[in-house]
């Protein structure tokens, strides 16, 4: 078994100075905890892997291709791979959890 907690990945993740930390690699999957500060501006760009977003802290929207939902504490969001996808009008530090499939390279 392999057991994590949030507070010290989040710690893990800031001692890096990254916004984002890939704590778990599977063969058929990748984890991470991705951070964004309020008013901070999402650099991502499209992956080749499909992608879930849990939203463990914060308050954001999130547009996903043509779509655009508020997020908070508890939302979950599918990405499917190669689709244009970004956070903004971040009002609360946003943390999230991000699982890849297949792994992220």
């Known amino acids: 078994m392999k057991a994590f907690r949030l507070d010290e990945l989040e710690a893990e993740r800031a001692a890096n100075d990254g916004a984002y930390l890939q704590f778990l690699r599977e063969r058929n999957m990748s ?10 501006t999402d650099p991502q760009e499209p ?5 879930v977003y849990m939203i463990v802290s914060g308050r954001a929207s999130i547009t996903v291709g043509m779509e655009t939902t ?4 508890g939302s979950v969001v599918y ?14 530090d946003l943390r ?8 992220e390279r």
């Open 31 to 40: 984890v991470g905890l991705y951070a964004l500060d309020a008013g901070e």
């Open 96 to 103: 999230v959890l991000v699982v890849f499939s297949p792994p």
């Open 70 to 73: 508020s997020v908070a504490r």
């Open 79 to 92: 990405v499917p791979a190669g689709v244009p996808h970004k956070f903004h009008h971040i009002t609360e």
């Open 47 to 51: 992956h080749r892997q499909d992608e």
